[in-house]
């Protein structure tokens, strides 16, 4: 049951990016992006990642897309002619992508077993957490139901010096575009 | 516990210093008081003058002392890298005596004659700030105790030779000049660090006392690993003292002042080269195929070059060319393994070629200013013009003839012996290997042809009719004395510099050779020379002089026998016809049989085609075209698209990815 | 658990967003393919937290944070360009060049 | 010694007192700026608080440098060690440098917005986190930052069409070269479970690498090769450089590569020392394409800021060659050779301020010509600095160089060192010119240059003064930057137990 919602949602996101590189209309593009970043989430909370699932929606389908739908709309670049390049670009991102794919081909016969054995090598593995003693998070994660506490004690804990980094970098996101932004200083 | 003082010899570093010291002086005095040409003078050749007298203590100093190795005064720790030590410190052994004896001392002389030279020049604190910084860089070149430090002063000359030459940078062939002696430097360069890549991974050291040390032992004799290394040292050495096929850029660095090309293009820099082949003396012994090598080259340069010099007009050109063939005199000797005869003929060569220099000098000087009070506009160093000076710079006659007798190899003049020793030398490694017997033979034809052209170099200049122009004789004069005096003592060297090392026959005892003898005990192990005795010596002797004497007659009748046009009128090539109308029969024998093939080989063959198109053209303009034209193919990828940048970026990636994953 | 299907959707949402960079003139939709690219890369990071512990999914809050400031401080260099050319369409955006 | 604990939020803070105070001065300085922000004194006023700044920041890196910490544990999150800390002092130089020059820069080109100063003093903050993290997620956060406030930067001339269009193209490039870095920092995440680097490499140790493990660190290749410059991820680098304004130019060419170069060298050394061979052949292939594409483009310019532009991926040519070596004396010769190139640099973009107007773009090898008989000095340092980038011995450019080429013999590998020496000869070909127009050329009828600040001055003197003095008396910086660097593990020992 889950595979199959997995895969229905997955190939829903494989449209809707594809749509949303393809489509003349940046509007119409962005839009699709959305559609991929809602197909995520659905994603993300197969994954017991429910708390991730409902960032997804807020900051990225929420706040950042709606900043891009609206300086597309302030420019005003709805009625321009099409951006998508000629058909030889059409050829190289074609290749590209088949060319990418290829050589990330193999990460899709990855199972947490293979994962665990590949560090011990050759060791035949039954319950993969087990070897990784070093993250004691990892047991918590298996329970869905505490999930947020876990999840905000390590952020404040273990990643603290990030997270504070983090705050630089909305600074200078607020003084940049600030900067950038205003017609006179 | 009582040290032994080693008297003055501590002091080496001022050596350096007081240059150094003249170089801020005078550099600072450039940009703040370009006026005050007193103090510059009194400075510039004030800390020369110094330098020469510590350098004269020292080597009195050393004589006195048995040292084993050389005597090292280590200022400072320079590179220390894990376990490689690099020290900042000098050297100073029999050969770096003898080296800093002549870098400060004709130094000296060149810096006082520049003193009258220059003395109309805006650029006066400029020039010599810049001669007193080669003085520094030369002396370290020469001092250093390391490969690496050596390489320093080895560079160091490099850029000062390479601004001088561009000095008088109005003109653009003289920046060009200056660009071309500086690129085809770096070549040799290239292989100078090679060579001290592989030394360093093979034995572990860059400190030449312990280079000569370790490599017999630490060593194969003859083993790729040794040849490799003096192939490439040799490589360096073909750069900087301008031998086939790198010569190209000496001929051009004239276009810079000529106390210049007396001081850096003749007596010091240019023989840098040779330098480093007799110290490091042991590896060239150990490697007899790069030995046989670099005799063969220098061979080659000394015949090559003395054609080319037949036959130019410019009478610093033919110096030039003279220069080239010289130097390649001193590659036959180390190449020989006769070092101490390369390094004698380095001193004399140092003596009578910056003689010749300075002495070219004072007769552009003159004829600069004659034709500046007449506002003509001739070419001040076309010999064409010249003509009959003999009777207006009678002192400057005397010495060049001199310094022209010493170079021709007529004896009792310096050049005789340094010369006739370096021939001995090739005829007698000639019992082990045939080839030299062709080198030797290549030297000796070279000498016919030094003689040749500088007696015609000499009548051109000195002798026959004045061509310069009845209004300008007026003003034709000698010198002032600053400028002829360091003439008259480089002349008293030219003619008694043999006295340095006089053989047995005249019964010398071989000064300079014991003098040396510690610096080249270790090569002997590798290469015995034994040397020609008895009649065969002076077989060799009697031969080598009538051949100058030959050159010298012929030079002299050969140039007298018709006149001369002036360089204005001069026909843009000389026909051979002209030749034919002579009255004298045996020259006409001698242009018909001998000089016109070898003019006609010069001028038209090897001048203009090898010198002037293809290695001018081909290798230096070629290469450097080549290159330029790929930058622009790079730089039309650069089109400002981004489309495009993003797609470089994805080759990138798909490369990276695709060789990560194997 | 769905680890490899996972990755491997990751990976080919990853290559439409470099696919979509070689397709677009227009440097917010541009931009928006590179948005595409970051949310490959949280799903990858999202899948891997299942087998190695919740570092994976901090990492993703991480991404948005940088995702949100990226965003803020390029559209506001978008609209700088704008100002000067009228033309987001990269085409015309090339005074650079040589 | 003293031990502390990273974990902990106190021990955090000691380690990091460098970016916390300069983080704080950014603070104030962005204080001071709500009131004051409009004239040219407001602006002088923030660039004196950023180099208060700068100067504090440095006194508390000199007390951690002598206080001699030690992590408890595994370095959490960011290093203790004297490699951080000589990175850190080299972005601090940087710094600092940039905000001297741009004192009068912003005054005479109207960039009259405080917040100039403020971004470059968290630009630098992010730089000390990328080269100090030994954390996958610091190294990521500290490159962003340092990212972000260098988009800004390099657009902060908004009057200029070439200011906006280096933005856009840096900005694009640039994300999209963080996409794939992440990418990699999450396939590695993948592999081994952790993103600590020293964890990392313990994970890795113990087997082949495994595929994921492999495209992680070749996505971290991509994502650091655009950092630093490198062919073929340099597109950007060029016109960037070119369209900057010219302290910010300057700050790029300097800061933002020494960052790159330096957190790429630990990634490397501690965390994939294992999978040496895995990642040799493409440093050493990205190392030869960027010094010859580099040096052989050079040639063609015309513009000293372009050449200039192409010369610094030359440079990040002989940088991943020192690196290529996986040995502890290469991390050595890589600072070192940072240093040199550091303060070269700064000095070379420096003059060139005080030569252009209006970005700079314009000036040219006939712009330049007889500088040497207008402006003795500024030649001379000018000159001084082409020969140290060229590696002229007697600069401390010839001492970097000389240190990478030991470094590369020591691993008995010659290839590397041979095609080094040789594109070094090639950029002999555009570094020289430079000096022969000042001194060699008649001077051309443009007008004459602009006076110098005294704070521009004081940059350029004691950039070339250090540059020569270092030249011919390395020891001490020679001797800092081979011990910082013996900390990392260093993938390879040195091959030659050398006798003296």
């Given at each position: 049951?889950?595979?199959?919602?997995?895969?229905?949602?997955?190939?829903?996101?494989?449209?809707?990016?594809?749509?949303?590189?393809?489509?003349?209309?940046?509007?119409?593009?962005?839009?699709?992006?959305?559609?991929?970043?809602?197909?995520?989430?659905?994603?993300?909370?197969?994954?017991?990642?429910?708390?991730?699932?409902?960032?997804?929606?807020?900051?990225?389908?929420?706040?950042?897309?709606?900043?891009?739908?609206?300086?597309?709309?302030?420019?005003?670049?709805?009625?321009?002619?099409?951006?998508?390049?000629?058909?030889?670009?059409?050829?190289?991102?074609?290749?590209?992508?088949?060319?990418?794919?290829?050589?990330?081909?193999?990460?899709?016969?990855?199972?947490?077993?293979?994962?665990?054995?590949?560090?011990?090598?050759?060791?035949?593995?039954?319950?993969?957490?087990?070897?990784?003693?070093?993250?004691?998070?990892?047991?918590?994660?298996?329970?869905?139901?505490?999930?947020?506490?876990?999840?905000?004690?390590?952020?404040?804990?273990?990643?603290?010096?990030?997270?504070?980094?983090?705050?630089?970098?909305?600074?200078?996101?607020?003084?940049?575009?600030?900067?950038?932004?205003?017609?006179?200083? | 516990?009582?040290?032994?003082?080693?008297?003055?010899?501590?002091?080496?570093?001022?050596?350096?210093?007081?240059?150094?010291?003249?170089?801020?002086?005078?550099?600072?005095?450039?940009?703040?008081?370009?006026?005050?040409?007193?103090?510059?003078?009194?400075?510039?050749?004030?800390?020369?003058?110094?330098?020469?007298?510590?350098?004269?203590?020292?080597?009195?100093?050393?004589?006195?002392?048995?040292?084993?190795?050389?005597?090292?005064?280590?200022?400072?720790?320079?590179?220390?890298?894990?376990?490689?030590?690099?020290?900042?410190?000098?050297?100073?052994?029999?050969?770096?005596?003898?080296?800093?004896?002549?870098?400060?001392?004709?130094?000296?002389?060149?810096?006082?004659?520049?003193?009258?030279?220059?003395?109309?020049?805006?650029?006066?604190?400029?020039?010599?700030?810049?001669?007193?910084?080669?003085?520094?860089?030369?002396?370290?070149?020469?001092?250093?105790?390391?490969?690496?430090?050596?390489?320093?002063?080895?560079?160091?000359v490099g850029l000062c030779s390479y601004l001088l030459i561009g000095f008088w940078y109005e003109e653009k062939a003289n920046a060009d000049a200056g660009k071309k002696a500086f690129i085809v430097n770096r070549i040799g360069d290239f292989g100078?660090?090679?060579?001290?890549?592989?030394?360093?991974?093979?034995?572990?050291?860059?400190?030449?006392?312990?280079?000569?040390?370790?490599?017999?032992?630490?060593?194969?004799?003859?083993?790729?690993?040794?040849?490799?290394?003096?192939?490439?040292?040799?490589?360096?050495?073909?750069?900087?003292?301008?031998?086939?096929?790198?010569?190209?850029?000496?001929?051009?660095?004239?276009?810079?002042?000529?106390?210049?090309?007396?001081?850096?293009?003749?007596?010091?820099?240019?023989?840098?080269?040779?330098?480093?082949?007799?110290?490091?003396?042991?590896?060239?012994?150990?490697?007899?195929?790069?030995?046989?090598?670099?005799?063969?080259?220098?061979?080659?340069?000394?015949?090559?070059?003395?054609?080319?010099?037949?036959?130019?007009?410019?009478?610093?050109?033919?110096?030039?060319?003279?220069?080239?063939?010289?130097?390649?005199?001193?590659?036959?000797?180390?190449?020989?393994?006769?070092?101490?005869?390369?390094?004698?003929?380095?001193?004399?060569?140092?003596?009578?070629?910056?003689?010749?220099?300075?002495?070219?000098?004072?007769?552009?000087?003159?004829?600069?200013?004659?034709?500046?009070?007449?506002?003509?506009?001739?070419?001040?160093?076309?010999?064409?013009?010249?003509?009959?000076?003999?009777?207006?710079?009678?002192?400057?006659?005397?010495?060049?003839?001199?310094?022209?007798?010493?170079?021709?190899?007529?004896?009792?003049?310096?050049?005789?012996?340094?010369?006739?020793?370096?021939?001995?030398?090739?005829?007698?490694?000639?019992?082990?290997?045939?080839?030299?017997?062709?080198?030797?033979?290549?030297?000796?034809?070279?000498?016919?042809?030094?003689?040749?052209?500088?007696?015609?170099?000499?009548?051109?200049?000195?002798?026959?009719?004045?061509?310069?122009?009845?209004?300008?004789?007026?003003?034709?004069?000698?010198?002032?004395?600053?400028?002829?005096?360091?003439?008259?003592?480089?002349?008293?060297?030219?003619?008694?510099?043999?006295?340095?090392?006089?053989?047995?026959?005249?019964?010398?005892?071989?000064?300079?050779?014991?003098?040396?003898?510690?610096?080249?005990?270790?090569?002997?192990?590798?290469?015995?020379?034994?040397?020609?005795?008895?009649?065969?010596?002076?077989?060799?002797?009697?031969?080598?002089?009538?051949?100058?004497?030959?050159?010298?007659?012929?030079?002299?009748?050969?140039?007298?026998?018709?006149?001369?046009?002036?360089?204005?009128?001069?026909?843009?090539?000389?026909?051979?016809?002209?030749?034919?109308?002579?009255?004298?029969?045996?020259?006409?024998?001698?242009?018909?049989?001998?000089?016109?093939?070898?003019?006609?080989?010069?001028?038209?063959?090897?001048?203009?085609?090898?010198?002037?198109?293809?290695?001018?053209?081909?290798?230096?303009?070629?290469?450097?075209?080549?290159?330029?034209?790929?930058?622009?193919?790079?730089?039309?990828?650069?089109?400002?698209?981004?489309?495009?940048?993003?797609?470089?970026?994805?080759?990138?990636?798909?490369?990276?990815?695709?060789?990560?994953?194997? | 658990?769905?680890?490899?299907?996972?990755?491997?959707?990751?990976?080919?949402?990853?290559?439409?967003?470099?696919?979509?960079?070689?397709?677009?003139?227009?440097?917010?939709?541009?931009?928006?393919?590179?948005?595409?690219?970051?949310?490959?890369?949280?799903?990858?990071?999202?899948?891997?937290?299942?087998?190695?512990?919740?570092?994976?999914?901090?990492?993703?809050?991480?991404?948005?944070?940088?995702?949100?400031?990226?965003?803020?401080?390029?559209?506001?260099?978008?609209?700088?360009?704008?100002?000067?050319?009228?033309?987001?369409?990269?085409?015309?955006?090339?005074?650079?060049?040589? | 010694?003293?031990?502390?604990?990273?974990?902990?939020?106190?021990?955090?803070?000691?380690?990091?007192?460098?970016?916390?105070?300069?983080?704080?001065?950014?603070?104030?300085?962005?204080?001071?700026?709500?009131?004051?922000?409009?004239?040219?004194?407001?602006?002088?006023?923030?660039?004196?608080?950023?180099?208060?700044?700068?100067?504090?920041?440095?006194?508390?890196?000199?007390?951690?440098?002598?206080?001699?910490?030690?992590?408890?544990?595994?370095?959490?999150?960011?290093?203790?060690?004297?490699?951080?800390?000589?990175?850190?002092?080299?972005?601090?130089?940087?710094?600092?440098?940039?905000?001297?020059?741009?004192?009068?820069?912003?005054?005479?080109?109207?960039?009259?917005?405080?917040?100039?100063?403020?971004?470059?003093?968290?630009?630098?903050?992010?730089?000390?986190?990328?080269?100090?993290?030994?954390?996958?997620?610091?190294?990521?956060?500290?490159?962003?930052?340092?990212?972000?406030?260098?988009?800004?930067?390099?657009?902060?001339?908004?009057?200029?069409?070439?200011?906006?269009?280096?933005?856009?193209?840096?900005?694009?490039?640039?994300?999209?070269?963080?996409?794939?870095?992440?990418?990699?920092?999450?396939?590695?995440?993948?592999?081994?479970?952790?993103?600590?680097?020293?964890?990392?490499?313990?994970?890795?140790?113990?087997?082949?690498?495994?595929?994921?493990?492999?495209?992680?660190?070749?996505?971290?290749?991509?994502?650091?090769?655009?950092?630093?410059?490198?062919?073929?991820?340099?597109?950007?680098?060029?016109?960037?450089?070119?369209?900057?304004?010219?302290?910010?130019?300057?700050?790029?060419?300097?800061?933002?590569?020494?960052?790159?170069?330096?957190?790429?060298?630990?990634?490397?050394?501690?965390?994939?020392?294992?999978?040496?061979?895995?990642?040799?052949?493409?440093?050493?292939?990205?190392?030869?394409?960027?010094?010859?594409?580099?040096?052989?483009?050079?040639?063609?310019?015309?513009?000293?800021?372009?050449?200039?532009?192409?010369?610094?991926?030359?440079?990040?040519?002989?940088?991943?060659?020192?690196?290529?070596?996986?040995?502890?004396?290469?991390?050595?010769?890589?600072?070192?050779?940072?240093?040199?190139?550091?303060?070269?640099?700064?000095?070379?973009?420096?003059?060139?301020?005080?030569?252009?107007?209006?970005?700079?773009?314009?000036?040219?090898?006939?712009?330049?010509?007889?500088?040497?008989?207008?402006?003795?000095?500024?030649?001379?340092?000018?000159?001084?600095?082409?020969?140290?980038?060229?590696?002229?011995?007697?600069?401390?450019?010839?001492?970097?160089?000389?240190?990478?080429?030991?470094?590369?013999?020591?691993?008995?590998?010659?290839?590397?060192?041979?095609?080094?020496?040789?594109?070094?000869?090639?950029?002999?070909?555009?570094?020289?010119?430079?000096?022969?127009?000042?001194?060699?050329?008649?001077?051309?009828?443009?007008?004459?240059?602009?006076?110098?600040?005294?704070?521009?001055?004081?940059?350029?003197?004691?950039?070339?003064?250090?540059?020569?003095?270092?030249?011919?008396?390395?020891?001490?910086?020679?001797?800092?930057?081979?011990?910082?660097?013996?900390?990392?593990?260093?993938?390879?020992?040195?091959?030659?137990?050398?006798?003296?």
């Amino acid at each position: 049951m889950t595979a199959a919602v997995f895969y229905l949602l997955g190939a829903s996101a494989i449209a809707s990016a594809l749509l949303c590189i393809t489509r003349k209309n940046p509007v119409s593009s962005a839009l699709w992006l959305v559609s991929t970043m809602f197909a995520l989430a659905g994603i993300y909370v197969l994954l017991h990642a429910q708390f991730i699932a409902v960032f997804q929606v807020l900051v990225y389908a929420g706040a950042v897309m709606v900043l891009f739908l609206f300086v597309i709309m302030l420019l005003n670049l709805g009625r321009e002619a099409s951006d998508v390049r000629g058909k030889p670009a059409w050829a190289l991102a074609a290749a590209v992508m088949v060319i990418l794919g290829a050589q990330f081909f193999a990460v899709w016969h990855y199972t947490p077993a293979q994962m665990a054995s590949e560090q011990h090598s050759g060791a035949a593995v039954a319950d993969p957490l087990a070897f990784f003693p070093n993250n004691a998070l990892a047991a918590e994660a298996a329970r869905p139901d505490d999930a947020f506490g876990a999840l905000s004690a390590s952020l404040f804990q273990n990643y603290l010096v990030p997270f504070e980094i983090t705050s630089v970098l909305l600074l200078v996101a607020a003084i940049g575009a600030v900067v950038l932004a205003k017609r006179r200083i | 516990m009582p040290q032994h003082s080693y008297g003055a010899i501590p002091w080496i570093g001022l050596t350096v210093l007081l240059p150094l010291l003249g170089f801020l002086v005078n550099g600072t005095l450039a940009l703040v008081r370009p006026q005050a040409k007193r103090v510059v003078s009194l400075v510039g050749t004030g800390v020369l003058l110094a330098s020469f007298i510590v350098a004269v203590l020292v080597v009195l100093q050393l004589r006195q002392e048995t040292l084993i190795g050389p005597y090292t005064v280590t200022f400072w720790h320079w590179i220390v890298v894990d376990t490689l030590q690099i020290d900042f410190a000098f050297a100073l052994d029999h050969l770096s005596a003898v080296m800093l004896l002549v870098v400060t001392g004709v130094g000296f002389l060149i810096h006082v004659f520049s003193v009258g030279y220059m003395r109309e020049d805006p650029g006066y604190a400029r020039f010599f700030a810049y001669l007193n910084l080669f003085i520094v860089f030369m002396l370290l070149l020469v001092l250093g105790s390391t490969v690496p430090l050596m390489f320093v002063g080895w560079e160091g000359v490099g850029l000062c030779s390479y601004l001088l030459i561009g000095f008088w940078y109005e003109e653009k062939a003289n920046a060009d000049a200056g660009k071309k002696a500086f690129i085809v430097n770096r070549i040799g360069d290239f292989g100078v660090l090679l060579a001290m890549f592989i030394l360093w991974t093979s034995i572990h050291t860059l400190n030449f006392a312990v280079i000569a040390e370790r490599a017999p032992t630490m060593l194969e004799a003859g083993g790729p690993v040794v040849t490799m290394v003096t192939l490439f040292l040799f490589l360096g050495c073909v750069g900087k003292s301008a031998q086939i096929p790198l010569y190209v850029w000496l001929p051009d660095a004239m276009a810079g002042p000529t106390p210049v090309s007396a001081l850096i293009h003749a007596a010091t820099m240019v023989t840098a080269g040779v330098y480093l082949v007799a110290r490091t003396n042991v590896l060239f012994a150990m490697a007899p195929l790069s030995s046989t090598l670099v005799a063969g080259i220098g061979a080659l340069t000394a015949l090559f070059a003395a054609t080319i010099g037949l036959r130019q007009y410019d009478i610093k050109k033919v110096l030039a060319y003279s220069t080239v063939s010289q130097l390649g005199y001193m590659f036959i000797g180390v190449g020989t393994g006769a070092y101490v005869a390369g390094v004698f003929h380095l001193v004399t060569h140092a003596f009578f070629k910056a003689l010749l220099f300075l002495g070219s000098g004072s007769v552009i000087h003159a004829m600069h200013q004659a034709y500046h009070a007449t506002h003509a506009h001739e070419d001040a160093q076309d010999m064409r013009n010249m003509g009959g000076l003999h009777r207006y710079m009678p002192w400057t006659f005397a010495l060049m003839t001199i310094a022209t007798l010493a170079i021709a190899g007529v004896p009792p003049f310096s050049g005789f012996f340094s010369k006739d020793e370096i021939l001995a030398a090739a005829f007698a490694r000639g019992a082990e290997h045939p080839v030299f017997y062709l080198f030797w033979g290549m030297g000796l034809v070279g000498a016919l042809l030094t003689a040749y052209y500088m007696a015609r170099l000499l009548t051109m200049t000195f002798l026959g009719d004045n061509r310069t122009g009845t209004a300008e004789q007026e003003h034709l004069h000698e010198a002032p004395w600053v400028m002829t005096a360091p003439l008259v003592v480089l002349g008293a060297l030219s003619l008694a510099g043999g006295i340095l090392n006089l053989p047995a026959f005249v019964g010398g005892h071989h000064a300079l050779e014991t003098w040396l003898d510690p610096v080249f005990e270790p090569a002997k192990k590798f290469s015995q020379l034994v040397m020609p005795h008895g009649s065969t010596e002076l077989l060799l002797i009697g031969g080598a002089v009538v051949i100058a004497v030959i050159g010298l007659v012929a030079g002299i009748r050969g140039t007298l026998v018709r006149p001369i046009v002036v360089a204005k009128n001069a026909p843009a090539e000389m026909g051979f016809a002209r030749v034919l109308f002579n009255k004298y029969y045996i020259d006409e024998l001698y242009q018909f049989l001998i000089v016109s093939p070898i003019v006609g080989l010069s001028r038209l063959v090897l001048w203009k085609g090898v010198d002037q198109s293809v290695v001018d053209g081909f290798f230096v303009n070629g290469s450097a075209a080549l290159m330029r034209g790929l930058g622009w193919l790079g730089s039309r990828l650069q089109t400002g698209q981004v489309g495009v940048y993003v797609i470089l970026f994805l080759v990138g990636v798909v490369w990276i990815l695709g060789s990560v994953l194997r | 658990m769905l680890l490899g299907p996972a990755l491997a959707l990751s990976a080919i949402l990853f290559s439409i967003g470099v696919a979509g960079v070689l397709l677009r003139r227009n440097a917010i939709v541009l931009f928006m393919c590179i948005e595409l690219m970051l949310n490959a890369v949280n799903l990858s990071f999202v899948a891997l937290a299942q087998v190695h512990g919740l570092g994976g999914q901090i990492m993703v809050f991480f991404v948005m944070t940088v995702a949100a400031a990226e965003a803020a401080v390029g559209l506001a260099i978008i609209l700088a360009i704008f100002r000067h050319t009228q033309s987001v369409d990269l085409q015309n955006i090339n005074v650079l060049q040589g | 010694m003293q031990t502390i604990d990273l974990a902990t939020a106190g021990g955090a803070t000691l380690a990091l007192l460098p970016e916390v105070v300069l983080t704080g001065a950014a603070l104030v300085v962005l204080l001071v700026l709500s009131w004051r922000h409009t004239t040219a004194e407001d602006s002088r006023l923030a660039g004196y608080l950023s180099l208060g700044g700068v100067g504090l920041s440095a006194v508390a890196l000199a007390y951690l440098w002598t206080a001699d910490l030690q992590p408890l544990g595994l370095a959490h999150m960011i290093a203790v060690d004297t490699f951080r800390y000589a990175a850190v002092a080299i972005i601090l130089i940087a710094t600092a440098a940039t905000i001297l020059l741009s004192l009068q820069y912003v005054e005479r080109e109207r960039l009259l917005a405080p917040e100039y100063y403020c971004l470059i003093l968290l630009a630098a903050t992010g730089m000390m986190y990328l080269a100090g993290a030994t954390d996958l997620i610091v190294s990521f956060l500290g490159l962003e930052v340092m990212s972000v406030a260098v988009y800004v930067l390099v657009g902060f001339n908004r009057g200029s069409v070439f200011s906006a269009e280096a933005a856009l193209k840096y900005f694009l490039i640039g994300a999209f070269a963080s996409a794939f870095l992440l990418y990699g920092i999450a396939l590695i995440y993948g592999a081994t479970g952790t993103t600590n680097i020293m964890e990392i490499g313990a994970r890795l140790g113990q087997g082949n690498i495994p595929v994921l493990g492999a495209l992680g660190l070749g996505l971290l290749l991509i994502g650091f090769g655009f950092k630093v410059a490198a062919v073929p991820f340099h597109m950007w680098a060029p016109d960037v450089y070119d369209g900057a304004p010219t302290p910010i130019t300057g700050f790029m060419a300097t800061g933002v590569k020494a960052a790159g170069v330096i957190a790429l060298t630990r990634i490397l050394f501690d965390g994939f020392s294992h999978s040496i061979d895995l990642w040799q052949p493409v440093v050493a292939a990205l190392a030869i394409a960027s010094m010859v594409l580099g040096n052989l483009v050079a040639l063609s310019q015309r513009s000293l800021k372009r050449m200039l532009a192409y010369s610094s991926i030359a440079h990040a040519g002989y940088l991943l060659t020192a690196i290529w070596t996986g040995s502890s004396l290469g991390a050595g010769a890589t600072l070192l050779y940072i240093l040199a190139y550091v303060l070269t640099t700064l000095a070379t973009f420096g003059i060139l301020a005080a030569l252009g107007r209006g970005g700079e773009r314009d000036v040219t090898l006939d712009t330049i010509a007889g500088l040497g008989a207008r402006r003795p000095w500024l030649a001379f340092a000018l000159s001084a600095c082409m020969l140290s980038l060229l590696g002229f011995p007697g600069t401390l450019g010839f001492i970097g160089k000389w240190t990478i080429l030991m470094a590369i013999v020591n691993q008995a590998h010659a290839a590397l060192g041979i095609i080094l020496v040789l594109t070094s000869l090639v950029s002999a070909g555009y570094y020289l010119p430079v000096i022969m127009s000042m001194y060699m050329k008649p001077a051309s009828a443009t007008s004459p240059e602009g006076k110098m600040s005294g704070a521009g001055i004081a940059v350029i003197v004691v950039t070339v003064g250090l540059l020569l003095v270092f030249g011919f008396w390395p020891g001490p910086v020679l001797g800092i930057a081979t011990n910082s660097a013996r900390v990392l593990s260093g993938a390879v020992p040195s091959v030659n137990a050398l006798v003296r």
